[in-house]
Protein backbone atom coordinates (compact mmCIF):
# COMPACT_ATOMS: atom_id res chain seq x y z
CA UNK A 1 0.00 0.00 0.00
CA UNK A 2 2.78 2.59 0.97
CA UNK A 3 3.32 1.95 -3.62
CA UNK A 4 0.04 3.40 -3.84
CA UNK A 5 0.02 6.24 -1.27
CA UNK A 6 3.65 7.21 -2.50
CA UNK A 7 2.06 7.53 -6.17
CA UNK A 8 -0.57 10.30 -4.65
CA UNK A 9 0.58 13.75 -4.83
CA UNK A 10 -0.99 16.22 -1.47
CA UNK A 11 -1.87 19.85 -2.49
CA UNK A 12 -2.23 21.97 0.61
CA UNK A 13 -4.54 24.33 0.82
CA UNK A 14 -6.80 23.33 -2.55
CA UNK A 15 -9.55 23.73 -2.81
CA UNK A 16 -9.60 26.31 0.33
CA UNK A 17 -7.01 26.62 3.32
CA UNK A 18 -6.24 24.21 5.70
CA UNK A 19 -7.63 21.38 3.48
CA UNK A 20 -4.83 19.10 1.94
CA UNK A 21 -6.51 17.80 -1.26
CA UNK A 22 -5.25 14.02 -2.09
CA UNK A 23 -4.08 14.45 -5.89
CA UNK A 24 -4.82 11.36 -7.37
CA UNK A 25 -3.70 12.03 -11.16
CA UNK A 26 -0.03 11.11 -10.31
CA UNK A 27 -1.25 7.86 -9.36
CA UNK A 28 -3.97 7.28 -12.42
CA UNK A 29 -0.52 8.29 -15.06
CA UNK A 30 1.18 5.42 -13.37
CA UNK A 31 -0.18 2.58 -15.26
CA UNK A 32 1.62 0.27 -12.56
CA UNK A 33 0.05 1.70 -9.81
CA UNK A 34 -3.19 2.38 -11.30
CA UNK A 35 -3.56 -1.22 -12.35
CA UNK A 36 -2.12 -2.62 -8.81
CA UNK A 37 -5.36 -0.35 -7.28
CA UNK A 38 -7.55 -1.65 -9.49
CA UNK A 39 -5.91 -5.14 -8.74
CA UNK A 40 -6.24 -4.63 -5.00
CA UNK A 41 -10.28 -3.55 -5.05
CA UNK A 42 -10.75 -6.69 -7.99
CA UNK A 43 -9.33 -9.29 -5.50
CA UNK A 44 -11.16 -7.90 -2.17
CA UNK A 45 -14.16 -8.44 -3.82
CA UNK A 46 -13.81 -11.58 -6.50
CA UNK A 47 -15.69 -13.59 -4.15
CA UNK A 48 -18.82 -11.70 -3.62
CA UNK A 49 -21.71 -11.38 -6.37
CA UNK A 50 -21.43 -8.12 -7.86
CA UNK A 51 -24.20 -7.17 -10.27
CA UNK A 52 -23.85 -3.41 -10.28
CA UNK A 53 -20.19 -1.21 -9.54
CA UNK A 54 -22.26 2.27 -8.51
CA UNK A 55 -19.39 4.93 -9.10
CA UNK A 56 -19.71 8.42 -7.79
CA UNK A 57 -19.10 11.33 -9.75
CA UNK A 58 -15.73 12.10 -10.68
CA UNK A 59 -13.40 10.03 -9.77
CA UNK A 60 -15.42 7.05 -8.83
CA UNK A 61 -16.17 6.89 -12.40
CA UNK A 62 -12.16 5.91 -13.03
CA UNK A 63 -12.12 3.34 -10.53
CA UNK A 64 -15.50 2.23 -11.34
CA UNK A 65 -15.37 1.66 -14.89
CA UNK A 66 -11.58 -0.54 -14.52
CA UNK A 67 -13.31 -2.96 -11.90
CA UNK A 68 -16.79 -3.14 -13.19
CA UNK A 69 -14.91 -4.76 -16.50
CA UNK A 70 -12.61 -6.60 -14.56
CA UNK A 71 -15.20 -8.22 -12.16
CA UNK A 72 -17.58 -8.40 -15.00
CA UNK A 73 -20.19 -6.47 -13.47
CA UNK A 74 -22.23 -3.37 -14.90
CA UNK A 75 -21.24 -0.29 -14.12
CA UNK A 76 -24.02 2.94 -12.71
CA UNK A 77 -22.72 6.32 -12.37
CA UNK A 78 -24.05 8.23 -9.31
CA UNK A 79 -24.18 12.35 -10.77
CA UNK A 80 -24.60 15.88 -9.54
CA UNK A 81 -28.20 17.07 -10.06
CA UNK A 82 -29.37 17.77 -13.30
CA UNK A 83 -26.63 15.50 -15.16
CA UNK A 84 -28.63 12.57 -16.07
CA UNK A 85 -30.79 12.72 -19.22
CA UNK A 86 -33.65 10.10 -17.88
CA UNK A 87 -36.01 9.83 -15.10
CA UNK A 88 -34.41 9.84 -11.58
CA UNK A 89 -34.37 9.38 -8.02
CA UNK A 90 -32.14 11.85 -6.20
CA UNK A 91 -31.36 12.52 -2.49
CA UNK A 92 -29.63 15.89 -1.13
CA UNK A 93 -27.24 15.70 2.02
CA UNK A 94 -25.12 17.72 4.24
CA UNK A 95 -21.66 19.14 3.58
CA UNK A 96 -18.55 19.95 5.65
CA UNK A 97 -19.72 23.42 3.62
CA UNK A 98 -23.25 22.92 3.08
CA UNK A 99 -25.44 20.82 0.71
CA UNK A 100 -25.62 18.80 -2.13
CA UNK A 101 -27.26 16.53 -4.38
CA UNK A 102 -26.65 13.78 -6.10
CA UNK A 103 -29.00 11.83 -8.56
CA UNK A 104 -29.64 7.89 -10.36
CA UNK A 105 -31.32 6.62 -13.02
CA UNK A 106 -34.88 5.21 -11.94
CA UNK A 107 -33.66 1.84 -13.89
CA UNK A 108 -29.72 1.73 -13.51
CA UNK A 109 -30.83 -1.46 -11.85
CA UNK A 110 -33.19 -4.11 -10.42
CA UNK A 111 -34.56 -4.62 -7.33
CA UNK A 112 -32.18 -7.26 -4.85
CA UNK A 113 -29.19 -6.46 -7.50
CA UNK A 114 -26.01 -7.03 -5.81
CA UNK A 115 -24.22 -3.33 -5.82
CA UNK A 116 -20.38 -2.51 -5.19
CA UNK A 117 -19.90 1.33 -4.26
CA UNK A 118 -16.46 2.70 -5.41
CA UNK A 119 -15.25 6.03 -5.06
CA UNK A 120 -12.23 7.54 -4.76
CA UNK A 121 -12.28 8.86 -0.72
CA UNK A 122 -13.94 8.71 2.09
CA UNK A 123 -13.97 11.62 4.37
CA UNK A 124 -16.72 12.34 6.08
CA UNK A 125 -18.85 9.67 4.90
CA UNK A 126 -22.05 11.99 3.69
CA UNK A 127 -21.76 11.01 -0.24
CA UNK A 128 -21.39 7.25 0.66
CA UNK A 129 -24.16 7.65 3.16
CA UNK A 130 -26.28 9.90 0.18
CA UNK A 131 -25.58 7.04 -2.01
CA UNK A 132 -26.80 4.19 0.31
CA UNK A 133 -29.91 5.88 0.75
CA UNK A 134 -30.43 5.94 -3.02
CA UNK A 135 -29.44 2.44 -3.30
CA UNK A 136 -32.10 1.11 -0.67
CA UNK A 137 -34.69 3.70 -2.15
CA UNK A 138 -34.22 1.21 -5.11
CA UNK A 139 -34.02 -2.27 -3.34
CA UNK A 140 -30.82 -2.79 -4.31
CA UNK A 141 -28.59 -5.21 -1.79
CA UNK A 142 -25.15 -3.08 -0.89
CA UNK A 143 -21.79 -6.10 -0.88
CA UNK A 144 -19.38 -3.43 -0.25
CA UNK A 145 -17.67 0.01 -0.62
CA UNK A 146 -14.18 0.11 -1.80
CA UNK A 147 -12.78 3.19 -1.33
CA UNK A 148 -9.15 4.11 -2.63
CA UNK A 149 -7.84 6.75 0.05
CA UNK A 150 -9.78 7.12 3.42
CA UNK A 151 -9.18 10.13 5.57
CA UNK A 152 -8.71 8.37 9.31
CA UNK A 153 -9.23 11.68 11.41
CA UNK A 154 -12.45 12.13 9.84
CA UNK A 155 -13.82 8.86 10.84
CA UNK A 156 -16.15 8.66 8.02
CA UNK A 157 -16.20 4.57 8.26
CA UNK A 158 -18.48 5.25 11.39
CA UNK A 159 -21.22 5.86 9.79
CA UNK A 160 -21.13 2.26 8.05
CA UNK A 161 -21.67 -0.13 10.75
CA UNK A 162 -22.37 -3.45 9.63
CA UNK A 163 -21.35 -2.79 5.82
CA UNK A 164 -18.06 -4.57 4.04
CA UNK A 165 -15.94 -1.12 3.53
CA UNK A 166 -12.24 -1.44 2.37
CA UNK A 167 -9.92 1.43 1.42
CA UNK A 168 -6.85 0.70 0.22
CA UNK A 169 -4.73 3.54 1.70
CA UNK A 170 -5.21 5.02 4.94
CA UNK A 171 -4.22 8.42 5.94
CA UNK A 172 -3.87 10.72 8.54
CA UNK A 173 -3.39 13.87 6.73
CA UNK A 174 -6.24 15.85 5.61
Known sequence: MNE??????DIPGFP?????????TTLLKDKDRFRQAVDL???KFK???????????ARGFIFGAALAYKLGAGLVPVRKKGKLPFKTYS????????????????D???KGDHI??????????????AVIELIEK?????????????????????????????SLIQDEYC
Open 91 to 106: VTYELEYGSDTLEIHQ
Open 108 to 110: AFK
Open 16 to 24: KKGIIFKDI
Open 116 to 129: LIVDDLLATGGTSK
Open 4 to 9: LKSAIR
Open 41 to 43: FAE
Open 138 to 166: MGGKIEGLAFLIELLPLKGRDKFKGYNVI
Open 47 to 57: DKKIDVILSVE
